[in-house]
């Protein structure tokens, strides 16, 4: 019966509940008490990514303002915000998707201040973590999937995009064919599979964070009717524990945020980087590029060649 109470408490709900005891709730608006509670309208994750995007609207839209004079940056919040927009930019998305990277930043930061805000209002009482459901980490990896597939067709053709996972292989083509034929799907189903690995991994760190902090606080009820002994140790026991494991909640609420762009930026970045060398026809999976070698390579070892002939 714990673990139901509990496993009911980080749900997404149609009603708003705010203290059990008094059965005080908020209910949310649409038809909802149609076909057995499941109908349409508001729920409370609904409200609280509608929350999340108007705090990050209300921070940054006014930060945008007073870049766009070149103002200097001036003030701890200010130089806080500008420096988190700074760090996805050139410690996640420039390192890992190369000199294109300033195009799909926009994204990047759209993401990671969603996914951080979302995993903070998990921290206060009476709201929730939308990414504590899969319904919402599933719609942000499909919107990582679908930049992924669309940023390497736009810049390099329905050919090429194709073509890049297919692996570079020196062999005769009729047995390359047919490897080709037997790679190609896994290839294609490996993008699949690291896109919803981003979905469940945001999913289930929130949601088992905030399954642990509801079952330790719902012990304190549990012993209510055993002796107010018991149930005030009980009661600081839980509470100090719950203190303690929001210090480590507030930390993977940072963390998860992080994981799912740099993950992002580096799952595109791959992409692209196999697209372009299947576009100008060297594309290599487990080739030239997979050990290391520059692009570049082939033209320096002419130059080296050339110096050598003269020296000669």
């Known amino acids: 019966m714990l673990f139901a109470d509990a496993f009911s408490h980080v749900l997404d709900t149609m009603d708003w509940h ?33 929350l999340a995007a108007g705090i990050i609207l209300w921070i940054y839209l006014p930060l945008s303002k007073r870049i766009q004079t070149g103002e200097a940056p001036k003030g701890t919040w200010w130089n806080l915000f500008e420096s988190v927009l700074t760090f996805i930019r050139d410690e996640v998305a420039k390192p890992y998707i190369g000199k294109e990277a300033d195009r799909y930043v926009p994204y990047l930061w759209t993401v990671f201040l969603f996914v951080l805000t979302c995993n903070l209002l998990g921290m206060i009482p009476f709201m929730g973590s939308p990414t504590a459901s899969f319904a919402v980490t599933a719609i942000l990896a499909t919107g990582s999937f679908i930049l992924i597939n ?16 297919a692996p570079h292989l020196d062999m005769h083509i009729g047995l390359k064919l ?20 981003l979905a469940v991994r945001l999913f289930a760190n929130m949601f088992a964070g905030h399954m642990v902090l509801a079952t330790i606080l719902l012990f304190i009820p549990a012993v209510s009717r055993h002796g107010d002994g018991l149930f005030w140790g009980v ?78």
């Not at 909802?32 to 499941?38: D, G, K, S």
């Not at 669309?150 to 996972?165: D, E, N, P, T, Y």
Request: hydrophobic share 50%.
């Open 18 to 50: 705010l203290f059990e005891s008094l059965h005080l709730h908020i209910p949310m608006i649409g038809s909802h008490t149609a076909f057995q509670r499941r109908g349409f309208g508001l729920t409370k994750y609904s409200v609280l990514m509608l």
């Open 235 to 312: 009661t600081v026991a839980s509470v100090v524990g719950v203190l303690a494991l929001s210090m480590l909640e507030l930390f993977v609420a940072f963390l998860q945020a992080y994981l799912f762009t740099f993950l992002t930026a580096l799952f595109l970045g791959g992409v692209l980087e196999h697209a372009e060398h299947a576009a100008h026809g060297g594309h290599e999976v487990g080739g030239e590029h997979a050990h290391g070698t520059s692009p570049d390579a082939g033209v320096e070892d002419v130059h080296l060649k050339k110096q050598a002939n003269h020296s000669h």
């Open 150 to 165: 669309a940023a390497s067709i736009m810049r390099f053709g329905v050919a090429a995009h194709l073509k890049s996972f």
């Open 178 to 197: 047919g490897i080709w034929l037997m790679l190609w799907p896994i290839e294609v189903l490996g993008l699949f599979i690291k896109c919803f690995v």
